[in-house]
């Protein structure tokens, strides 16, 4: 368990990563290696809009 002051180590890993498409899982685990949480995101790249003039 996720204590206060406890280290935590978080390692992150690209399941996808395609031209416009990323998604990511992410584990957090503490000092004795056990799980604490894991996490999924999906990213969209999209372009940035052009500056008004």
Request: charged residues 25%; positive net charge.
């Amino acid at each position: 368990m996720a204590r206060p002051g406890v280290a935590l180590t978080v390692r992150a890993t690209v399941l996808k990563a395609g031209a416009r498409i990323g998604h990511v899982r992410v584990e957090v685990r503490d000092v004795a290696d056990r799980l604490v949480a894991t996490g999924e995101t999906s990213h969209a790249v999209v372009a940035a809009p052009s500056p008004e003039p």
